[in-house]
């Protein structure tokens, strides 16, 4: 019964690598994000849908596009992958888009780590 | 524009002793303040939340917060903290569009 999934948990590859992490939510949430958190376990949005409709990106490299099969699931691919992207990934969900005082629930993470 | 600080990077207490972690904010229109818990290896769960109801909000585990506008200020304290408290807390706002702006954390260690 678990609220917001991904998988995998972990991923391993090399620089230059195609990889994709998948999330789900079984709330009813119309929206979703993701985010990235650092070395220094800094985080900041990447991007957010709102049933199935991109509505925030912040510039994040073109390596990176999200996809919104339904308004339950998010995933996100990443091309070419670089050292620099080696970071934890969240994804994310809420009951309304654009609403200041929604809760947003946070999945498990992703712990990506490019050699 | 919207931003948050957390003014300590780490704090370190005594079982059974008082939790203060610090957080100020700052934004342009009337916000909502969120903090949120981040266990390692685990994902982020919502302690409590502020959206302009009440100013001194409650929260799960026994933590609170408190909305000062005057001093723009969205401190979390506890009574007695649990070695289970040990863990990385985040301060957040969200000012406008869903954007959560999140504050660079404060690791919380417990000392028995």
């Known amino acids: 019964d678990t609220a917001v999934s991904q998988t995998p948990k972990y991923l391993v590859t090399q620089m230059g690598n195609d990889k994709s992490i998948k999330c789900e939510q079984n709330l009813g949430h119309d929206t979703m994000y993701w985010y990235k958190q650092d070395s220094k376990k800094f985080l900041k949005i990447m991007f957010s849908?709102?049933?199935?409709?991109?509505?925030i990106n912040e510039t994040v490299p073109n390596r990176f596009s999200p996809k919104s099969p339904d308004k339950a699931h998010l995933n996100l691919h990443i091309n070419s992958l670089e050292l620099g992207d080696s970071a934890v990934y969240f994804c994310?969900?809420?009951?309304?888009?654009?609403?200041?005082?929604?809760?947003?629930?946070f999945g498990p993470g992703t712990r990506l780590t490019v050699l | 524009a919207q931003s948050v600080t957390q003014l300590d990077s780490h704090v370190s207490v005594s079982e059974g002793t008082p939790v203060l972690l610090r957080c100020n904010y700052s934004s342009s229109y009337s916000p909502s303040l969120f903090w949120y818990v981040q266990h390692p290896n685990k994902g982020l769960q919502l302690l409590l939340k502020y959206t302009s109801a009440a100013t001194l909000v409650k929260g799960i585990n026994g933590f609170e917060a408190e909305f000062k506008k005057s001093e723009t200020s969205f401190h979390l304290t506890k009574p007695s903290a649990h070695m289970s408290d040990a863990a990385e807390y985040f301060c957040v706002v969200n000012g406008a569009t869903n954007k959560l702006i999140f504050g660079t954390g404060t690791l919380l260690a417990v000392q028995p």
């Open positions: 849908y709102n049933n199935k409709e991109l509505i």
């Open positions: 994310a969900s809420s009951q309304l888009a654009g609403a200041v005082t929604d809760t947003q629930y």
